[in-house]
């Protein structure tokens, strides 16, 4: 019994002590699994968890109307471990021949066994990507990035600009918005499994939307190619060294259009020279000639010269000091008493340099100053030149010749902008390229506004101006070729003699052709500048770069959908819906007006024609087209009033006998302003 | 077995409890990892298609490029209108004088 005793009390001993082991186990194991226990969880992530950078696709670029001008699209780039790498040699020939580049370029990359990471190339078209994917290579890698592409290549080039390999902007709006369109990169804390596969963390997505914004322009990419086309032919033509082209909203001073001719390729950008690539439209200064000659004149208008005092055209001739001023063209003879339109409108030397000596060096550089030359616009674009506006006090020889805007430097948007202030009523804006931008995965959008600068014209000035720069584009104007059938046009045409910078004084035969106007006259939408250098066959805007603007605005106008505001016989439309007797209406106003004329031949044609329109309105046929005035040329005073009687028009007369000229104003033609002469 | 014993079973009752509840642990665990697996997935296949239509993008834009457009309208005996030359659209029904 005793000996019993003893063997139970071992057996119980064994137990009780495997017992406390095991019991020790498992209580270690809840508590290791149950409680917290900050060193084990550090080590747990140091093993299993990775911050991953998540790089950002680079924001899309967009015309006004969405059509996309830049966008990002993933690409594969080559890079090579050297120390995987079991066939260099042969890695190094077939790479050699598929990338036309010499085999020891590659050679000298895959032989350096220190390092783990070299770049064979960045972003592989398809061809290349499917070929090395073929050869199997051990040792070369693929890695996904970005890569930019530029949907319309050439156009719009200089204004879009380009990225460099890295995918950051360089030049242009890319470089501009760069903090905008990159984005920012994100960090992502990501937990991994045994085979690296990424793994949810405290119910975190690891989709991460990582994007930058997308840019929308001001630029209506129909309008820029229309202008590049025209700009195109006209360097042709004339076999110029370049040209450039702007189009601005004469509301907002949105940019519609900017062109600088010749362009390259935005996709293969880094292979243009550096001068092509530089949009010259804002970053190029020179002298723009005439087209500043307005502003010599709205200096006089604000010094209270009345637009009908005249100045002696001195017969071509302005002597100051030993130095004299002559016509651009010597061989025209003007008037011998030219007014302020007819300085603008023949575009006279002597009649601008008359104008400046009168009011004076002060006067005339505040006017210029408060138009913004001298001064960046301050656009929303890289580089911006501020031009050269000489200090106080001017000789009188340099007052006179900036009066027609020689020693005076500007660039293409300051001329194009300064025109924009009249045409809006006297407002002077900032223009801007990028209308808004937007998050492409929140919708959310943040419009960026044209800043109104200051007030530089009254109403009734800017209307002066206008009036006064619709004669430039009529019969006699230096702009005649510059009218758009059916619509007003203003502007002035300015051909400026070249600098020579390496000498001092102007390149012999070699010009700057330019013309600045804006269209519907009466109720501007668009304020064109187009500007030639170095045209080497028929120089004169008048004749090369007015019917230029004629064909841009004619294409602008029409796109708006804007109707014609003059109307004409051979624009009569006398259909209605169901008549098909237009043709036989048409013939019976011609044969009336025919019999008309032969009956009283004091009766000009136009008169005939706005009763018909009388007539034509009163059959309700044109209560589609409020924008039709009548044509009322030749009739006087007594007549037209006749004529309007019935029409709710408020009428403004300028001028004593025969009609001159009816100017609509106002959205609905509501105003008229009628010159006699 | 005494199974049908309730007195007998009770000793067991509080393991299989600790059991259970450890058991459903591991299996939410290994349902979360399945879920991320999948989400995975779906991140791989969402870039493939992000890719797809970024390249679909490129496609478009570069078929509805003005220059293209131009040259097809002229294949089509589509020309620009001349200067001077007015359509006048009264009740749906165009008239063209030029």
Redo the contacts between chains.
């Keep these: 019994m005793f000996k019993g005793q003893i063997i139970s009390q071992r057996i119980f001993f064994v137990v009780f002590v495997f017992a406390v082991l095991w019991s020790v186990l498992l209580i270690r194991s809840a508590w290791l699994q149950l409680i917290p226990n900050s060193k084990l969880s550090r080590l747990q992530d140091k093993l299993f968890e990775r911050t991953v950078t998540l790089k950002p696709r680079r924001g899309n670029i967009y015309d006004r109307h969405n059509k996309e001008l830049a966008i990002s699209i993933p690409s594969q780039s080559l890079f090579a471990d050297p120390k995987r790498m079991k066939e260099p040699y042969y890695s190094a020939k077939k790479l050699a021949q598929l990338f036309c580049k010499p085999k020891s370029f590659f050679l000298k990359k895959f032989l350096n066994k220190n390092k783990r990471f070299v770049w064979v190339k960045r972003h592989l078209s398809k061809r290349e990507l499917k070929q090395i994917k073929s050869w199997n290579l051990k040792g070369l890698y693929f890695l996904k990035e970005s890569k930019r592409f530029y949907t319309h290549e050439n156009s719009l080039s200089q204004v879009l600009g380009f990225t460099g390999v890295e995918g950051q902007g360089l030049e242009g709006i890319e470089r501009q918005y760069e903090d905008i369109l990159k984005g920012e990169s994100q960090k992502v804390l990501i937990q991994r499994d045994a085979r690296g596969r990424p793994l949810f963390r405290d119910f975190s997505p690891f989709i991460s939307k990582v994007s930058g914004y997308d840019a929308h322009l001001t630029i209506d990419s129909d309008l820029q190619f229309y202008l590049e086309k025209g700009l195109k032919q006209a360097i042709e033509k004339s076999q110029a060294e370049s040209a450039i082209g702007l189009i601005l909203s004469a509301e907002t001073s949105e940019v519609l259009a900017m062109a600088n001719l010749p362009n390259y390729s935005s996709n293969q950008a880094l292979k243009a020279p550096a001068w092509i690539r530089r949009n010259r439209a804002i970053t190029d200064i020179f002298e723009p000639g005439s087209t500043l000659k307005t502003f010599t004149v709205i200096s006089a208008l604000k010094s209270g010269i009345s637009p009908t005092q005249v100045y002696s055209s001195q017969d071509g001739r302005l002597e100051i000091g030993s130095a004299v001023i002559t016509e651009a063209d010597s061989k025209k003879k003007f008037r011998a008493f030219l007014n302020l339109s007819d300085i603008l409108a023949f575009s006279s030397n002597v009649g601008a340099g008359s104008i400046a000596l009168g009011i004076g060096d002060k006067k005339l550089r505040k006017t210029f100053k408060i138009f913004g030359f001298g001064k960046k616009t301050g656009i929303d674009f890289p580089g911006e030149a501020k031009g050269l506006l000489r200090e106080l006090p001017w000789r009188e020889i340099e007052t006179a010749t900036i009066s027609f805007g020689h020693g005076i430097a500007s660039t293409a948007l300051q001329v194009a902008n300064a025109y924009t202030a009249i045409a809006n009523g006297g407002w002077l804006k900032q223009p801007v390229l990028v209308k808004k931008i937007r998050n492409p995965y929140t919708g959310e959008e943040k419009a960026l506004k044209a800043k109104n600068l200051k007030r530089v014209l009254t109403e009734e000035e800017a209307r002066t101006l206008s009036l006064m720069l619709i004669s430039v584009t009529e019969e006699h104007g230096t702009g005649v070729l510059a009218n758009v059938p059916g619509y007003f046009v203003a502007g002035k045409t300015g051909t400026a003699q070249k600098v020579n910078l390496q000498n001092r004084g102007y390149k012999k035969g070699e010009y700057i052709s330019s013309f600045a106007g804006f269209i519907p006259a009466h109720n501007p939408k668009f304020v064109i500048y187009l500007m030639i250098d170095g045209a080497k066959d028929n120089f004169y805007a008048s004749s090369l770069v007015a019917p230029l603007f004629s064909r841009v605005a004619s294409y602008a106008v029409r796109q708006a959908g804007l109707l014609p505001t003059v109307l004409e016989e051979e624009n009569i439309v006398l259909t209605s819906a169901g008549d098909r007797s237009g043709n036989s209406q048409k013939e019976s106003i011609k044969t009336k007006w025919l019999l008309e004329k032969e009956r009283n031949s004091n009766i000009k044609s136009d008169s005939f024609i706005s009763r018909s329109i009388t007539n034509i309105e009163n059959q309700g046929l044109t209560k589609h087209n409020p924008f039709f005035i009548h044509d009322l040329k030749g009739l006087s005073l007594r007549q037209i009033l006749k004529q309007l009687d019935n029409k709710d028009l408020r009428v403004k007369i300028q001028g004593s006998g025969r009609l001159l000229k009816s100017i609509p104003q106002g959205d609905k033609n509501e105003h008229i302003i009628l010159i006699f002469g | 077995m005494a199974f049908y014993n309730k007195k007998e079973f009770k000793p067991f009752t509080s393991l299989l409890i600790v059991l259970l509840t450890l058991f459903v642990i591991a299996f939410f665990k290994i349902t979360?990892?399945r879920?991320?697996?999948a989400?995975?997935q779906?991140?791989l296949t969402?870039d493939k298609v992000q890719?797809e239509y970024?390249?679909n993008?490129?496609v478009?834009?570069?078929m509805?490029?003005?220059?293209r457009l131009?040259n097809l309208a002229k294949k089509h005996a589509f020309d620009?209108?001349k200067?001077?030359q007015?359509i006048?659209v009264?009740?749906?029904?165009a008239?063209v004088?030029d």
């Design positions: 979360l990892r879920f991320s697996y989400l995975y779906a991140t969402f890719d970024y390249s993008v490129t478009y834009g570069k509805t490029q003005t220059k131009e620009y209108k200067q001077g007015i006048q009264i009740n749906g029904r008239t004088i």
